[in-house]
């Protein structure tokens, strides 16, 4: 699905070289090499505050902690997403509250999104499902209307710019009140281990989440609050800090990609590509999609067949995701009920993600597109 050694291969030398600089300089944790991360990523992203952690599932659970979240609220997120953004909620015994998306974005609907509100309701997660942003002028209008907390989970759409209505374009994750990301080695800007991240613009918030992945320390050894232990250590840091420079290269590779997919896909009527604009029309050449995941539907019943297929071929390819959020055993709930959920249960049987990285060559693309053409018709 990636070709992470080929990518290496290309900035060897300068990953090695930081690298080497941190294994002689022994700051380990904490070394220069963050905090000139940290610096990089906040002026990448535009925002005032970056806090690097040490992955993505906790830069959520940091997210939360910080906003003052307390058992009983209810978070409302995607039914359709990668299990962390539920698991968080859950494990902070707040209430989490699945909703279903759109058919084409994969990214949560708004008008479910709006009947899930209650009294006790205090957030809302959007994740930008596969590298795509979700509908941001809505998300934020809605919760301005019902005074929410925005957390954007952007563990798989860093470097995708959302154009508002008005025109005005501006990086995921910096848009709702925290954002929250993973550079797990192959999300899209990825590094050798795990790391993480959350982006705010709001002083007093990054001051508290600052003290919160340091054992809830402000000042040495006093615990001002319940905190925990998350850094993004030296090493993934210097690696990190080599790699951001390359990430809009990476994200034009990927769209590269997905545009040769896209034509190699046009004339097959069984076969749906995914849209690559988040808000329709105004955005329809814009670069809201940073392609993490490049995922079919695939519409005469086949899928299954055809997952099966491509790996007798060789060729990789994953379901993303084969059981919705709602039906996970840790996740059941009396409340939900399947007639709320249409557009998952129906994506988890007609997905299927094909190999997207940033060293996908033409070859490949071919190889990869005949097949499937050939399977499917
Ligand atoms: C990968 C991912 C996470 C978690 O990131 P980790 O670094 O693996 O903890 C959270 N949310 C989404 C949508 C993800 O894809």
Do not use: W
């Not at 596969?130 to 209008?141: P, R, S």
């Not at 002083?203 to 925990?228: C, E, P």
């Amino acid at each position: 699905m990636v070709d992470l050694q080929g990518q290496y291969k290309k900035i060897k030398n300068v990953v090695d070289n930081s690298i080497q600089e941190v294994l002689e300089s022994s700051a380990y944790i904490n070394g220069p090499y963050v905090h000139e991360f940290q610096k990089d990523l906040e002026n990448y992203l535009n925002v005032k505050h970056v806090i690097p952690c040490a992955n993505g599932t906790d830069a959520l659970q940091i997210a939360m902690m910080g906003l003052g979240l307390e058992q009983g609220d209810e978070v409302i997120t995607a039914d359709f997403t990668f299990a962390a953004t539920v698991e968080v909620i859950a494990l902070l015994k707040l209430t989490p509250v699945l909703v279903d998306v759109e058919r084409d974005t994969f990214n949560i609907d708004i008008d479910a999104l709006k009947k899930a509100i209650t009294p006790k309701t205090k957030a809302i997660v959007p994740v930008h499902l596969f590298g795509l942003a979700a509908n941001m002028d809505a998300i934020m209008e809605v919760a301005k209307e019902h005074n929410l907390f925005v957390i954007e989970d952007t563990a798989q759409a860093i470097g995708a710019n959302y154009t508002f209505k008005n025109g005005e374009k501006q990086k995921v994750g910096t848009i709702g009140d925290v954002g929250t990301t993973s550079f797990f080695p192959s999300k899209n800007l990825g590094c050798y281990g795990d790391g993480g991240a959350i982006f705010t613009n709001d002083d007093k918030l990054a001051h508290t989440i600052r003290g919160i992945v340091n054992h809830g320390m402000y000042k040495r050894y006093y615990h001002d609050v319940v905190g925990v232990n998350s850094r993004l250590d030296s090493i993934q840091a210097a690696v990190l800090k080599a790699k951001l420079p390359y990430l809009d290269d990476y994200c034009d590779a990927r769209r590269n990609a997905a545009k040769f997919y896209n034509n190699a896909f046009a004339n097959n009527s069984n076969i749906i590509t995914p849209t690559s604009s988040c808000c329709g029309e105004i955005c329809d050449s814009c670069d809201c999609h940073v392609f993490h995941q490049y995922t079919l539907k695939i519409t005469n019943g086949k899928r299954d067949e055809l997952h099966q297929h491509l790996l007798d071929k060789g060729i990789p390819n994953a379901i993303y995701y084969p059981v919705p959020l709602h039906a996970q055993k840790a996740y059941q709930d009396d409340r939900y009920k399947e007639a709320n959920f249409p557009i998952t249960n129906e994506l988890t049987k007609t997905v299927i993600s094909l190999p997207m990285h940033t060293e996908l060559d033409d070859e490949q693309l071919q190889y990869i597109t005949k097949t499937i053409n050939e399977f499917v018709d």
